[in-house]
Nanobody, 116 residues
Framework: QVQLVESGGGLVQPGGSLRLSCAASGFTFSRSFMSWYRQAPGKERELVAGITSAGGRTNYADFVKGRFTISRDNAKKTVYLQMNSLRPEDTAVYYC?????????WGQGTQVTVSS
């Protein structure tokens, strides 16, 4: 059974930081491309960042470049999103996504709220 379990969301003030984690099971994590998406109320889900299976390459949406960092630990089957310099417009539900080359899986999401 495939599971992606996100954690680490919460309420943070503008300028603050959060670290999201996504623990994976039920598929070959080390061979999967992992990414983070987000969806704000009334908006479409959008890609935030992605990382290749060995972690050698990453990509970021322009709106998070220089502020967010995606990383992974294949031994722990976990992908992370370090979010710094958070802004109110970063408020959204953040989702973990796994792409095995054949199938894509989603986590249930974790809420991030940036507000003073």
């Amino acid at each position: 059974q495939v599971q992606l379990v996100e954690s680490g969301g919460g309420l943070v003030q503008p300028g603050g930081s959060l670290r999201l984690s996504c623990a994976a099971s039920g598929f070959t994590f080390s061979r999967s491309f992992m990414s983070w998406y987000r969806q704000a109320p009334g908006k479409e889900r959008e890609l935030v960042a992605g990382i290749t299976s060995a972690g050698g390459r990453t990509n970021y949406a322009d709106f998070v470049k220089g502020r967010f960092t995606i990383s992974r630990d294949n031994a722990k089957k976990t992908v992370y999103l370090q979010m710094n310099s958070l802004r109110p417009e970063d408020t959204a539900v953040y989702y973990c996504n796994a792409y095995t080359g054949a199938l894509a899986y989603w986590g249930q999401g974790t809420q991030v709220t940036v507000s003073s």
